[in-house]
């Protein structure tokens, strides 16, 4: 809820602001001289909380389809919803079938973004990057309380045991619970197992990894999540490097591409900081 809340909040306040300077941007921005060669590289940013896979998914096939011989994969995200995040995953692992690719923890590699970067030939992690959260949650609130102060009753017709499982009008049934840690369960077992297939790591020792651990860079390679530490400049060396390019022309975004990225980078950052009770700034 207070990630929602935390989005919602962000949306009213700047929205209108962000849209009016998109506008000057696009308008007043300088010209600059376009390059005709055909890029060779590519950065796909997964920035953010995953809600939707429409946008990297796009980014994937272009790089696929493309004459790009590799992609540098830039995360800075908490993680996010399963299906989207294993979609990502998924794609990445295909990506790599074809084409080299290095994920790079910029500040925020976790869970479901986590998840999105295992198949990558290397993860190479920034030095004050967190890494891990190989877990998975689901939460409700309970406002029976609250709406029995305000008079309101909940009506249900239904069909079938389980179906009102989840609720927030009340609290949740022993069988209801026990429904919900079986999803979970099996939903945290195919998280662990992929990570274990995918970094070569011993599932039989998925405790030092896993159960929602949160690591520092130099930490997470000691458990095997990540290959190195080093900045963006390393990262770029090493895609460079496994493409086997010589002139090295990466794929420029458009404008509107870059204000997206930006803004949506500052969104996660708000997100962030509300979730974990923390306000902090780097200059």
């Known amino acids: 809820m207070k990630i929602i809340k935390s989005i919602l909040e962000f949306i009213s306040k700047y929205f209108k602001s962000l849209i009016f300077l998109l506008i000057l941007y696009l308008i007043f921005a300088p010209a600059k001289k376009?390059?005709?060669?055909?890029?060779?590289?590519?950065?796909?940013?997964?920035?953010?909380?995953?809600?939707?896979?429409?946008?990297?998914?796009?980014?994937?096939?272009?790089?696929?389809?493309?004459?790009?011989?590799?992609v540098l994969l830039v995360v800075n995200s908490p993680g996010g919803a399963v299906a989207p995040s294993i979609e990502m995953s998924l794609a990445i692992k295909r990506l790599r079938e074809k084409k080299p690719v290095v994920a790079y923890a910029k500040g925020l590699m976790a869970s479901g973004s986590y998840y999105a970067s295992i198949w990558a030939d290397k993860i190479i992690a920034n030095p004050g990057a967190i890494i891990g959260s190989i877990g998975v949650i689901f939460e409700s609130p309970n406002i029976e309380e609250l709406a029995n102060k305000l008079g309101i009753k909940e009506q249900v017709v239904k069909r079938g045991k389980y179906k009102q499982v989840g609720t927030p009008t009340r609290a949740w049934k022993p069988y209801e619970k026990a429904e919900l840690q079986k999803m979970i369960d099996s939903t945290y077992n195919m998280f662990v197992s992929d990570v274990a297939k995918a970094r070569k790591l011993d599932i039989s020792k998925q405790d030092d990894f896993a159960q929602a651990h949160i690591f520092s860079a130099k930490d997470a390679i000691k458990v095997g999540l990540v290959d190195e530490i080093g900045t963006i400049y390393e990262a770029k060396k090493e895609i460079i490097k496994l493409s086997g390019v010589k002139k090295v022309i990466w794929r420029k975004k458009d404008k509107y591409e870059k204000f997206l990225d930006k803004v949506i980078s500052k969104l996660s950052f708000s997100i962030f900081s509300y979730f974990w009770g923390v306000k902090a700034s780097v200059y």
């Open 34 to 70: 376009v390059n005709f060669e055909k890029p060779n590289l590519m950065d796909i940013q997964l920035t953010g909380p995953i809600m939707n896979d429409r946008k990297f998914l796009k980014q994937i096939d272009i790089a696929m389809k493309s004459n790009i011989k590799g």
